[in-house]
């Protein structure tokens, strides 16, 4: 499984397209260049590799697709998903209805992390950092406290 990381403003153009930053390229380089951009839970996108998408796919394939909760569940996490690889100058072509899903007009931001590269609206990411809590260290040790391996 890659490990992504970093955060990356990036512009995008009249047709759609950002360039991949160079140190993405570089760590994109030992998964491979195919990936899938899919709505994210927030108002974002989530880019995965297309290995890391199938392991996705494969987890929700064990769902009972007979339960309704599980069956729309499936379709809201599948909805906008598209393959994708960069262009000859390294571009990706985010598709009309997933920019207008996440409000992206301009300027994103890419935040990689663990397996995934998430794409925000410039706007929107600053908001939901925006939202930090007062108290960091006291979510640190509720969300990680009980962690001990």
């Given at each position: 499984m890659p490990r992504f990381s970093g955060e990356y403003d990036c512009k995008i153009d009249a047709k759609g397209r950002f360039r991949l930053p160079a140190a993405l390229l570089k760590?994109?380089?030992?998964?491979?260049?195919?990936?899938?951009?899919?709505?994210?839970?927030?108002?974002?996108?989530?880019?995965?590799?297309?290995?890391?998408?199938?392991?996705?796919?494969?987890?929700?394939?064990?769902?009972?697709?007979?339960?309704?909760?599980?069956?729309?569940?499936?379709?809201?996490?599948?909805?906008?998903?598209?393959?994708?690889?960069?262009?000859?100058?390294?571009?990706?072509?985010i598709p009309k209805r997933l920019q207008e899903y996440a409000n992206i007009d301009k300027e994103i931001i890419l935040f990689a992390y663990m397996n995934k590269i998430e794409i925000w609206a410039k706007e929107a990411y600053d908001n939901m950092l925006g939202d930090e809590p007062e108290d960091f260290s006291s979510l640190a040790e509720d969300v990680m406290g009980g962690i001990n391996e």
């Open positions: 760590q994109l380089e030992e998964t491979g260049k195919d990936l899938v951009v899919n709505r994210g839970i927030e108002k974002c996108l989530v880019l995965y590799t297309k290995a890391d998408w199938d392991a996705q796919v494969a987890e929700l394939e064990k769902l009972n697709q007979y339960v309704e909760k599980n069956r729309r569940f499936i379709r809201f996490f599948m909805r906008g998903s598209t393959e994708m690889s960069p262009d000859t100058a390294d571009r990706l072509l």
